[in-house]
Each structure stands twice: as C-alpha cells, then as structure tokens.
DNA sequence: CTCAACGTACAGTATTTACAGAACGATAAA
DNA sequence: TTTATCGTTCTGTAAATACTGTACGTTGAG
C-alpha cells in the first residue's frame, strides 16, 4: 500500500512535476512516483489506479511508456494476467543516457552548419564551433562518466532483480 | 542575407526540431538556426521575419524567449528604434547548465522520498539511494565540468563582444 | 504636427495533448 | 459454458499550445 499519507502523495506529485519538467506526462511521473516507494516495489495496473485515483487506460498507457523509457520494466508475478511493474535497476541512468543522447545530436547539426560556413571569417564560424565543442563533450566525456557510473551501480547493487 | 539557400534552410529545420525535442517551440528554435549562421551575426526582427516568413508577434515573442533562455542576447545597434538580436557567447553552457540545475532538482525530491521509507529494508530504499548517487553525481561533477568548459571557452575566445 | 516604422500586447484559431470512460477481446475460475 | 476480471484500444473532451493577424502605444523622420 503506498500513497495515502500526505507526505508520500506529496512526493509523488514532486516526481510527477519533475517528469513534466522532462517532457513526459504528468501522469507518468505520477505512475514512476508510486513505484519509487511503494512496498512491495512491484504494483500492478489496479494498485496504481487505485492509488493514483486515475482511470485504467491513463495508467496503463503510461506503464507502457515508461517502459519504453526505460524507467520502469513488467515485474514477474504469481498471480496470472495480470501485470506488475517495478522500477528498473538502472532506470536513471537510462534515462541520463538517452537524454544526453539527443543533446550530442546538436553536435552534428553544428557540423552542418559549419559546413554551410566553410571559408567564412573565423567570427562568424565562432559561434558553431562552441556548439560543436560544449556537445562533443556532452556526448564524449559524459558518455564515458554515465559508463562508469554504471558499473559502480552493478557492483553495489546487492538488488539482484 | 541568410536562408535562401536550401542547405540553410535544412540547417534551420534541423535546429528547430533539435529545440522542439528540449522542450521549447519550435519558432524558437528557426529564429535560433538563423542567428547561428546569419552573416551578419546580429539580425533585426524585420530580417528575422522576412527570412523565416513567420509573423511579427512570433518572431518577437520567440526572441525574447531565447533571451530568457540565455541562448541569445540584445545587439546594440546604429539604426535606432530596431531591436538586433545575436547568438550569445556561452548560450549553449548556459543552456546545458540550466538543463542540468532541473535534472539535479531529483537530487532533492530522492532525499525526501528516502525520508518516506526511513528504517525500511534496504531493498525497498535501494531504489531511491540510486537516483541519489546519480543526480548527485551530475550535480557535482557535471557542475564542475561545465564551469572548467566556461573557463575554456573564455580562454580560446577571441571574438570579443 | 503628421506620418511611417517598429515592437508589443491582445484576440482568435487550429492543432496537439492528457486524460476519462466505454467497448472489446482474452483468459482463468466456477 | 458461463461469468468475472484484467489489459488494451478506441472515442470523446477539456485544456494547453503555437502561431497568425490586428490593434495599440511609441518614437524618429519629414
């Protein structure tokens, strides 16, 4: 049971403002903000609308696009049909990755656009050769940073799922 | 004169749907394309809008919101009366360190939700102990980095404002 | 003073989006 | 076989969003 205190309806709401902030519906923050807490880890569809208040087909949308998003995944269950999901062991760092991911697709955008500038004055190329720098980095070094955070998270995860 | 070309064109498009994808609309993000390779850097509402064929109130709206965002700022300008907008050096850390300052935001909201399941099992706080490390992790170190690329930038800049 | 050009603010519109509710198909229990 | 439960899909709707066009106030030029 999760989400009859006021504290943890508030954290939940704090989760699905986050998620907006990111582009992701409300309600999938909602979803992803219950099964950060709640007790077991693993909730099926008609837990979360209970819960949450929401209508079957709101939740169960969202559970799936949270999955595709990496952040939550379907949970074994001994009850047959019916489904479980849980957080992802990793969810963040997927999310990190794949956020990150489109920001480097700028680095080749400003390729392009210095390709488009080719043989102009050096100030006038300035301004995507920053592009190009600050996104090659993003899409290098960070990559390299969210690998290694990876495995510190496998070796301290003593959470075999 | 920017945007007559097809390639310029592309590269616009291409901006633009990068801006619409972090969340800002997509007029925004022509305006944006243009002020990255518009020669001269600095462009006037009025060219802005003859070259994107977009409305005034667009066109203007849109500029400001860049502003806000940090991407581009005012140009002074000889002709009086006519607002110059250009690229701004630094935009895009700025704009990278603002993404991240919101990311980091789930720094916090991890605390409290490990406030919530105080002296649970270490199965159930697991979870949330993961979204701690990493968004910790990006706001420190991230943080760091970004001010190291400031640095860096200023330093090989040589197109001074 | 008059007029024209510029930027902003407002109103209108069309598209998209987030949700709820109903209908449907599938499956396990009775 | 019937029935109840679960998940998905489809349809409808209310709200938000992105943009256009118009009206307005302001300022420099004639």
Known sequence: MVGKEIGERHFIEDVAL??????????AG???GVLLISD???QSLNDLC???QASKSSVSSMARLLVGEGLIEPAPCLVPRR??????????????RRRM???????AI?????????????????RLEEAHDVFEFVDSEFRGW?????????????TGR
């Open 18 to 27: 986050f998620c907006e902030q990111m582009g992701l519906p409300r309600m």
């Open 30 to 32: 909602r979803v992803l």
């Open 40 to 42: 077991p880890p693993a």
């Open 50 to 52: 209970d819960c949450l």
């Open 83 to 96: 489904d479980y999901f849980r957080f992802r062991d990793g969810g963040w760092l997927e999310f990190m």
């Open 101 to 107: 991911e489109v920001m480097a697709g700028l680095h």
């Open 110 to 126: 400003a390729d392009r656009g210095l390709e488009i500038l080719e043989g102009r004055d050096e100030s006038l190329r300035a």
């Open 146 to 158: 969210l690998e290694w955070m990876g495995k510190r998270g496998k070796r301290t995860a003593k």
